[in-house]
């Protein structure tokens, strides 16, 4: 048996060298797993003591700051200066519960007919978590914090890719909550799909590509379990006829580029109406331009390498697909020449046809198409056009204007002269292809529960 068929090798997509392995968990320690996940006391905690714990994670993140920042940028290839700023985001994630979950958690009493009603939050139990590896410590934190705040615990599969930041996590929610809240398991595809089906198990969440979602809600369904979906993203961008042009030129690059190109919620899909098209284009070209492309570690990068090679790979040949098609490449950064390392020039590549692979995959890297639109309808029916509709970003000085636009758009969110992003205050989560459920703020805590009604009728 090769060291492949025995567990995981973690790979740094900078430099290619290997990192660690990671062997798989034995079926008997799984199962241990799970019954420890099912039989803790979590369910009962008071609310003051789940209070208590999430302020804990919070301090303790704080505090492994830079060697947890450091180990996200080893992993996933993510520059040091945004690592950092993903652990600082879990901290406010966790001060927002930590702060409203009284209000969250208390039960809603009213009247009915005369009868006192009463809803509360219980609940589920054992909640297996599939996530990703671009946000490796936030994914998990908004996912599944508003699941814990609830009182399930978690048995989490993390992506293989960053599985030394997995093990990181258990570390801290067990220092903050103690055994059994937060477990992980280092399995492989056919082992998770078993633990999905597991009796022990109550609900299912995955974040990742459609394909793998439609195969887990499937699994899900067919053992009749609460299943959360968080699948991809081809978000539009779109700058109306009235925009401040510099300065949506300047977000779209933010917001393409960011995490080396690796985000649901990227701009991937950049939809310019055409009388403005050459003014965008003007402000645009230089951001890209200047951006640094190097060693992750490093405080003045920009973007880093891709999180793995078949990600590179992929990513190169939609490219290849869309140039051969009549595509042209508007603005480049030049990446390191490294034949280890995941490497990709950040571009933007302008197209007229609406058949692009482009506009119609999901790019996941720095890699955004720009098109045109001659009116506000041409740049709506564009951006619905996609089988995904996760969030979307629309650009105009005209409040009333943007407001109309924004209720024509099939996302799950709309952002108003603001790039997209993910706030602990603010449901996420998107429609048609790009899954169903919401995670964060307060439907994040309800999304895995079980609001139970009580009607007491006085006699």
């Known amino acids: 048996m090769t060291r492949a068929d025995a567990g995981i090798v973690t790979v740094d997509p900078a430099s290619g060298d290997e990192l660690d392995f990671y062997p798989y968990t034995t079926p008997q320690v799984i199962d241990r797993v799970l019954d420890v996940a099912a039989a803790s006391r979590w369910e009962r905690s008071r609310l003051e003591e789940r209070v208590t714990a999430i302020g804990r994670l919070g301090d303790l993140l704080t505090e492994g700051r830079e060697p947890l920042a450091t180990l996200i940028t080893l992993e996933m290839g993510k520059p ?5 700023a993903e652990i600082d985001k879990c901290v406010a994630a966790c001060r927002y519960y930590s702060g409203r979950l009284p209000e969250i958690l208390r039960p809603e009493i009213f009247d009915v007919d005369g009868d ?5 939050v219980m609940p589920l139990g054992v909640v297996f978590a599939l996530l990703p590896w671009n946000y490796p410590w936030w994914q ?10 609830a009182g399930n615990t978690v048995v989490l ?11 990181a996590i258990e570390k801290a929610f067990l220092d903050a909550f103690g055994p059994g809240v937060l477990q992980a398991v280092v399995v492989d595809p056919a082992t998770a799909s078993d633990i999905i089906g597991d009796g022990r198990v109550a609900a299912v969440t995955f974040t990742g590509s459609d394909r793998v979602g439609a195969l887990v809600g499937a699994r899900a369904g067919a053992a009749l379990k609460k299943c959360v979906l968080e699948l991809g993203g081809s978000d539009p961008f779109i700058v109306l006829a009235d925009a401040d042009v510099p300065a949506a030129a300047a977000a779209a690059v933010r917001s393409r580029f960011l995490n080396n190109g690796q985000s649901c919620i990227a701009a991937k899909r950049i939809l310019v109406h055409r009388d403005v098209r050459d003014a965008f284009v003007e ?3 230089p951001h890209v331009r200047e951006l640094r492309v190097g060693n992750p570690a490093d ?22 697909q869309a140039l051969a098609a009549g595509a042209r490449v508007i603005a480049q950064a030049e990446a390191p020449e490294s034949s280890r390392g995941a490497w990709f020039s950040p571009s933007v590549v302008e197209v007229d046809g609406r058949d692009s692979v482009l506009l119609s995959e999901e790019t996941f890297g720095p890699l955004g198409v720009l098109t045109t639109g001659a009116y506000d309808d041409e740049l709506i ?34 952002f108003i002269n603001t790039i997209s992003a993910t706030d602990p205050r603010l449901p996420t989560g998107g429609v048609k292809a790009s899954g169903h459920g919401r995670e964060l703020g307060k439907w994040g805590v309800y999304e895995l529960a079980n609001l139970q009604a009580v009607r007491i009728h006085t006699t």
């Open 140 to 149: 998990v934190i908004r996912a599944m914090l508003p699941a814990i705040a």
């Open 283 to 285: 402000a645009l070209v």
């Open 157 to 167: 599969k993390h992506a293989e890719s960053v599985t030394g930041n997995a093990m």
């Open 299 to 320: 405080e003045t990068i920009d973007v880093g390498p891709l999180a793995r090679h078949d990600l590179r790979d992929v990513l190169r040949e939609q490219r290849a």
């Open 116 to 120: 006192t009603a009463i809803v509360r």
């Open 381 to 414: 029916a564009i951006a619905n056009s996609s089988r995904y509709g996760l969030s979307s970003s629309l650009w105009s000085t005209d409040d009333d204007h943007a407001a109309s636009v924004s209720t024509r758009i099939h996302a799950g969110a709309v």
């Open 80 to 84: 040091i200066t945004q690592a950092r």
